[in-house]
């Protein structure tokens, strides 16, 4: 089986191509994260030879494309990717008027257990590789034809559980021989795991920071998201706000509005509270139903009355802005109810 070299840092190359002059590598290097080739073939900078040894023993490899399904305002794309062990995850690309951002996902399913979310449902399947994650996030930029402005790691799963190849990919993306991208157009969800928002603060690397908190108590918060059990909002609220601190970026907290159940004034009224005084914002999420999942939507006027609740009260708020439907309702909550479904042929994307 050949090696796959997409994923790989620029030291990795390195050792992986020792004893070949470290410059190659950087040619390589260049060939696969500049260039998005994916033949050794086509790298005319290198040896013949050198081309087709290459080529024996490696290969470049991203995902292949296994279904693309477009919103019908034209403004979301959800693309379902096949990975090497036929697992599947799910990308969605996002055309905002200031810019596209692509939304990742971290692990194959997801272990966390949050009450509203259809991505947890079979449990966890496995952590994505930083290779993987990256990959996502290449095969959109081929898809435009351009690098994306942000990425958000808000797809299925829990990104700080799957850490170590979180933040490689992280610091990857970061390398001007990569993508280059800047961390602040980059944007890390969490169901809020707290020692490993502590860690996340001390790599140094300022990405933004987005909790899903969903409720203002514990009370509530435990019966909607189970690692509230073991995190709660106390020490949750902490970390959060010493994240701000130290980085000096806003947290922003998601609050999924489920109709009856965390959508009343009173509600609003608390989750004010214990943010008063934070370098932080709520993004309100107006439920989207999913099959696998009870909850009900909240009516137009209590998602304005909680919104303009927390706006009068010192906390900025915004309405996450519908698009493609439930394609973003929350982290791992990808579903495509009024995705207009198109079977896209795989050649036409196919990554390999
Ligand atoms: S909402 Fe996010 S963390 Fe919670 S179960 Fe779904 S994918 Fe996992």
Redesign the pocket.
């Known amino acids: 089986m050949k090696k796959n070299l997409f994923g790989l840092t620029l030291t990795e190359l390195e050792r992986e191509l020792a004893p070949l002059p470290k410059f190659r590598a950087k040619q390589i290097a260049a060939h696969i994260y500049k260039h998005g080739m994916k033949t050794f073939d086509a790298m005319n900078d290198l040896p013949k030879n050198l081309r087709g040894e290459l080529a024996e023993r490696y290969e470049i490899k991203i995902a292949d494309i296994k279904k693309q399904l477009d919103s019908s305002d034209g403004l979301t794309t959800k693309f379902l990717l096949g990975l090497a062990d036929g697992a599947a995850v799910e990308v969605v690309l996002m055309r905002h008027d200031y810019g596209n951002s692509v939304c990742i996902s971290s692990?194959v399913g997801?272990?966390?257990?949050?009450k509203?979310?259809?991505?947890?449902l079979k449990g966890l399947e496995r952590n994505l590789t930083a290779a993987e994650m990256l990959g996502e996030i290449f095969f959109v930029n081929e898809f435009l034809g351009k690098v994306v402005d942000s990425v958000v790691i808000m797809?299925?799963?829990?990104p700080l559980m799957n850490y170590d190849a979180l933040i490689k990919m992280l610091r990857l993306a970061h390398e001007d021989y990569c993508l280059g991208m800047s961390y602040r157009k980059i944007t890390i969800?969490?169901?809020g795991i707290v020692p490993a928002i502590k860690k996340l603060r001390d790599e140094k690397i300022p990405v933004t920071l987005s909790i899903?908190l969903h409720a203002p108590d514990d009370k509530l918060r435990s019966a909607l998201?189970p690692?509230n059990s073991a995190f709660d909002l106390k020490s949750l609220l902490a970390a959060g706000n010493d994240y701000a601190q130290s980085t000096g970026r806003r947290v922003t907290y998601e609050y999924i509005l489920l109709g009856g159940v965390n959508d009343t004034e009173e509600h609003a009224r608390r989750l004010a509270k214990i943010l008063s005084g934070q370098l932080a914002n709520v993004n309100l999420i107006p439920f989207n139903p999913v099959d696998e999942r009870t909850f009900s939507p909240p009516t137009n006027h209590a998602v304005k009355k909680f919104f303009h609740f927390l706006n009068t009260h010192g906390i900025g708020a915004t309405i996450r802005k519908e698009m493609g439907a439930d394609v973003n309702a929350?982290?791992?909550?990808l579903r495509a109810k009024t995705l207009r479904q198109r079977i896209t042929p795989l050649k036409n994307f196919s990554t390999s």
């Open positions: 692990q997801c272990q966390m257990g949050c509203f979310c259809a991505s947890t797809g299925t799963g829990e969800s969490t169901c899903s998201m690692i929350a982290c791992g909550q």
